[in-house]
């Protein structure tokens, strides 16, 4: 593990990164993951259509915590990652995205003054949290970015009426019978944490106390489900299959190798051997973590993120040179992949080759410009600017850099540096103009 002390820390493990961000005393983390987001964004497609939302319209974030949780700000969704491991059948998370996306549809979102109505994407969390901006991965495979501390909810950000999650739950099972999906999983989830409730106020998941819980509203919910035309659908198997190897990979990482190699016998199935790779690249066996992996390849030779997590474990391993291949085979079976080009690129730079500067670079641009808000891919990218001496574009990735890990006066200096050197309404200037321009912003929000 590697650790940088400040407002942001980074601790790199196979093919997830770890980012805490220090906001008012408090750590929250975001977690980003190219086949989680994936696997998410495709099972909420067909509800978010149904709401009528189109496609992009709601961006979609994981937090590291063992809690069952999800929650919206304006058009942003947040899971728990405790909250995707617990939900074992697919329609109980299919539950939970239409009932948050029946916040959304309704305007339930939270309002918390100027910072949370004009934040927007990966900024809106952390400009809510009070710090400039969340470092948005690590700019490898299947990047991810955890902290832990308080949940969002338990500071009192977001608070439903009873009306509004009746309206959310009548919302949700339109939404859910329009994709042809079973609402009895909503119901499942809710009677599971009516439960915990019920044990013990203690053991109760902040999912409680953002979305209130109360007989009535589950008995409504109950007598819509048990009427429902959608009620006895099973969904796709691709749906079943994606949903279930990405609990296997957040068990993985989330949980201890030893319980991980201890709980999940090597029996041959695909699931078992993600969970198994991840576990002997952390725990750390190298060569089992290869062999596993490999294992995983022959089942599925063109599968973009297990030849990504092969590249992952030779970088980490530090073998860079030998990742660079798997990687390259990722970018080309998955090219939209921001965080697998990002891993390309950061492996190109480790072999410290000059003739693998220009495919780096090209690899980060493409990078940034499918995903702005991947702080460490602009700061590799100023890196391969540099070394290919085009000094204007490394101080303007640099800039962004800074200014999405929060140091407004570096990114400061580095866009000021842009502007005098770029010709007065270029490109490169009118972006240093909008990197200053938004400083200033932060620092009004901040008052």
Same mark, same amino acid.
């Given at each position: 593990?590697?650790?940088?002390?400040?407002?942001? @820390?980074?601790?790199?493990?196979?093919?997830?990164?770890?980012?805490?961000?220090?906001?008012?005393?408090?750590?929250?983390?975001?977690?980003?993951?190219?086949?989680?987001?994936?696997?998410?964004?495709?099972?909420?497609?067909?509800?978010?259509?149904?709401?009528?939302?189109?496609?992009?319209?709601?961006?979609?974030? /994981?937090?590291?915590?063992?809690?069952?949780?999800?929650?919206?700000?304006?058009?942003?969704?947040?899971?728990?990652?405790?909250?995707?491991?617990?939900?074992?059948?697919?329609?109980?998370?299919?539950?939970?995205?239409?009932?948050?996306?029946?916040?959304?549809?309704?305007?339930?979102?939270?309002?918390?003054?100027?910072?949370?109505?004009?934040?927007?994407?990966?900024?809106?969390?952390?400009?809510?949290?009070?710090?400039?901006?969340?470092?948005?991965?690590?700019?490898?495979?299947?990047?991810?970015?955890?902290?832990?501390?308080?949940?969002?909810?338990?500071?009192?950000? /977001?608070?439903?009426?009873?009306?509004?999650?009746?309206?959310?739950?009548?919302?949700?099972?339109?939404?859910?019978?329009?994709?042809?999906?079973?609402?009895?999983?909503?119901?499942?989830?809710?009677?599971?944490?009516?439960?915990?409730?019920?044990?013990?106020?203690?053991?109760?998941?902040?999912?409680?106390?953002?979305?209130?819980?109360?007989?009535?509203?589950?008995?409504? /919910?109950?007598?819509?489900?048990?009427?429902?035309?959608?009620?006895?659908?099973?969904?796709?198997?691709?749906?079943?299959?994606?949903?279930?190897?990405?609990?296997?990979?957040?068990?993985?990482?989330?949980?201890?190798?030893?319980?991980?190699?201890?709980?999940?016998?090597?029996?041959?199935?695909?699931?078992?051997?993600?969970?198994?790779?991840?576990?002997?690249?952390?725990?750390?066996?190298?060569?089992?973590?290869?062999?596993?992996?490999?294992?995983?390849?022959?089942?599925?030779?063109?599968?973009?993120?297990?030849?990504?997590?092969?590249?992952?474990?030779?970088?980490?391993?530090?073998?860079?040179?030998?990742?660079?291949?798997?990687?390259?085979?990722?970018?080309?079976?998955?090219?939209?992949?921001?965080?697998?080009?990002?891993?390309?690129?950061?492996?190109?730079?480790?072999?410290?080759?000059?003739? @693998?500067?220009?495919?780096?670079?090209?690899?980060?641009?493409?990078?940034?410009?499918?995903?702005?808000?991947?702080?460490? @891919?602009?700061?590799?990218?100023?890196?391969?600017?540099?070394?290919?001496?085009?000094?204007?574009?490394?101080?303007?990735?640099?800039?962004?850099?800074?200014?999405?890990?929060?140091?407004?006066?570096?990114?400061?200096?580095?866009?000021?540096?842009?502007?005098?050197?770029?010709?007065?309404?270029?490109?490169?200037?009118?972006?240093?103009?909008?990197?200053?321009?938004?400083?200033?912003?932060?620092?009004?929000?901040?008052?």
């Amino acid at each position: 593990m590697r650790i940088r002390s400040g407002i942001t @820390a980074f601790v790199l493990c196979c093919s997830l990164a770890m980012t805490s961000a220090q906001a008012q005393g408090q750590r929250i983390q975001t977690v980003r993951d190219a086949e989680i987001e994936r696997t998410l964004k495709r099972m909420s497609a067909p509800i978010f259509t149904a709401a009528g939302l189109s496609d992009g319209a709601v961006k979609l974030f /994981l937090i590291q915590d063992k809690t069952l949780n999800a929650f919206v700000i304006g058009r942003n969704m947040a899971f728990h990652t405790g909250l995707l491991i617990a939900l074992e059948d697919p329609e109980e998370l299919l539950g939970v995205i239409a009932h948050e996306t029946g916040h959304i549809a309704g305007g339930h979102g939270v309002r918390t003054g100027a910072a949370a109505e004009t934040a927007s994407g990966a900024a809106v969390l952390s400009t809510i949290l009070g710090v400039a901006a969340i470092a948005a991965g690590a700019g490898q495979a299947g990047a991810a970015i955890f902290a832990g501390g308080q949940t969002i909810a338990q500071r009192g950000f /977001l608070k439903y009426t009873r009306g509004q999650e009746s309206s959310a739950d009548q919302a949700a099972v339109t939404y859910l019978e329009a994709a042809r999906v079973d609402p009895t999983g909503m119901l499942e989830t809710l009677e599971r944490l009516k439960a915990r409730e019920l044990v013990t106020l203690s053991g109760r998941d902040p999912y409680v106390f953002s979305h209130p819980l109360s007989q009535e509203r589950i008995n409504s /919910l109950s007598n819509r489900v048990s009427n429902s035309p959608a009620r006895g659908r099973s969904v796709d198997a691709s749906t079943a299959y994606w949903h279930q190897r990405m609990r296997a990979k957040l068990k993985g990482f989330l949980q201890t190798p030893s319980r991980i190699l201890r709980n999940i016998p090597d029996d041959g199935s695909e699931n078992a051997l993600l969970a198994r790779a991840v576990a002997y690249h952390r725990a750390p066996d190298p060569q089992a973590a290869l062999r596993t992996v490999d294992r995983l390849i022959a089942l599925r030779p063109n599968d973009a993120y297990y030849l990504e997590l092969k590249g992952q474990i030779l970088f980490e391993g530090g073998f860079a040179r030998e990742a660079i291949g798997p990687l390259r085979r990722a970018v080309a079976l998955a090219p939209g992949e921001a965080l697998i080009l990002s891993a390309l690129g950061k492996a190109l730079l480790a072999t410290n080759e000059p003739s @693998a500067n220009i495919e780096a670079r090209n690899a980060l641009n493409e990078a940034t410009r499918r995903d702005r808000f991947d702080s460490t @891919a602009w700061r590799l990218l100023a890196q391969a600017e540099g070394r290919l001496g085009n000094q204007q574009a490394a101080s303007l990735a640099a800039a962004e850099h800074q200014i999405m890990t929060g140091r407004g006066k570096v990114a400061a200096r580095h866009a000021k540096k842009v502007q005098s050197t770029a010709p007065t309404g270029s490109p490169a200037w009118i972006r240093a103009s909008d990197i200053l321009a938004e400083i200033e912003r932060r620092k009004e929000i901040s008052r």
